[in-house]
């Protein structure tokens, strides 16, 4: 590997400090599992390394009356483990828990999953559709951002250098409200999303749809949060002419890239069978509670 | 570009050694600790011959920076085996014939260890999605679940 200098602050403003202050490029570090593979191919050629995880709260999961606070650098295998985000939020936890091998999931983090800014990351759909926010902080202070807000193409953020995420916060849940995400790949296991899509809704004690959300990975430069889906599903059971109108919509947002992994049709077609297959255990779930 | 002055347990010994900041974990154990059991397949986190378990977690000790292992507690292959007396993991991969090459062999032991540890009867496909980040390109996999299966099965008394 190149050559470069490694800081593990253990406070915020230090971490701050670091970042905007620092002569060349600085990256910020949690999990590490792409940033150490990017600076060892050479791709990213970072001259200090912030590794954020002995900051306070960076990592752990609380349970408050707003909801759950997820710290930034939580990894994946803590996330699955958490009985009551599992039972809260199944699509973020099963989002997160498809990203690498279980080594990976050992160290990979939401915040290192989204602000590596790829857009086939698995985790990114489910959290739009959950309505996750990110805290992020730098030297002007500290605020809240819809994570839809967060990545702006493949490879670029919204943030600014010296700003960084330290926690998600995921919405309480009414009663009846359940989220899912799928992901298409050629195998089981080990591999990218060739398309991702993450669906959330709350039902009434009818099983009618009073809330939902919609957001597909890989079939654009980002994740994307498709309003015209969720409004397929507003005021509706799960029958055909909703799960129709969900499908076209979730075409309807498609822009991806053709390439070794999916063709642009493949890719398209696939995210309105996903969203339609995701919607359908989102429903199910909500209804068995 | 100062060393960083590294603490840490490994295989439940106490152990210090000095680190570049960009040296990975498995630099440090192969070349400051010598202990060259953990390999470096591919060093990008999808072959998962370098596994080690730090802090109670499966982790590929390419995709952690040796600094970042200060004040943590590493397992590696090399405290697998009591002295002379081989874990049961390592007796079943002989008995079935688990290897041919071995160089991916000590990264699925720790892997099959971390699975034992925290599921001690797990079905085929439990274990099969827990070591797919482990590459073999010489077994085919299925001896490697079987020794695995079995180990569990010997190691809970049946």
Known sequence: ?289 | MSKHHVTTTVNGEPAEFLCEPHHSLLDALRDELKLTGSKEGCGSGDCGACSVIVDGRLVCSCLMLAVEADGHAIETIEGLAQGEVLHPLQRKFLEHAALQCGFCTPGLLVAAKALLDRNPDPTETEARYWLAGNLCRCTGYDKVIRAVLDAAAEMRGE
């Open chain 1, 1 to 289: 590997m190149p050559k470069m200098s490694y800081a593990a602050p253990a406070t915020i403003p230090e971490a701050i400090g670091l970042l905007a202050n620092a002569a060349g490029l600085a990256k910020v570090m949690s999990g590490g599992t792409d940033l150490l593979v990017q600076f060892r191919s050479g791709r990213t050629r970072p001259e200090l390394i912030v590794d954020t995880k002995k900051l306070p709260g960076i990592t752990g999961i609380r349970v408050t009356d707003d909801g759950f606070v997820i710290g930034a650098a939580t990894s994946g295998a803590e996330i699955g483990e958490c009985a009551a985000l599992v039972q809260a939020w199944p699509g973020v936890v099963e989002a997160a828990n498809l990203i690498g091998s279980t080594q990976v999931q050992g160290r990979a983090s939401l915040a290192g999953n989204l602000c590596n800014a790829s857009p086939a990351a698995d985790s990114v759909p489910a959290m739009i559709a959950a309505r996750a926010t990110c805290v992020v902080v730098g030297s002007k202070g500290r605020r809240e951002v819809p994570v839809e807000d967060i990545v702006i193409g493949p490879g670029r953020t919204s943030l600014a250098r010296d700003e960084f995420i330290i926690a998600f916060h995921l919405p309480r849940r009414p009663a009846h409200a359940a989220d899912a995400y799928l992901r298409f790949i050629p195998r089981t296991e080990m591999d990218i999303a060739v398309v991702g899509a993450g669906v959330s809704v709350t039902l009434d004690a009818a099983g009618v749809c009073t809330d939902a959300r919609v957001a597909l990975g890989a079939v654009a430069p980002t994740a994307v949060l498709v309003p015209d889906a969720a409004a397929a599903l507003i005021g509706h059971t799960l029958d055909e002419a909703a799960l129709a109108k969900l499908d076209a919509a979730a075409r309807a947002a498609c822009k991806p890239i053709d390439d070794k992994r999916g063709t642009i049709a493949f890719r398209t077609k696939v995210a309105g069978v996903l969203a339609r297959r995701a919607a359908a255990i989102a429903f199910e779930r909500a209804g068995a509670r």
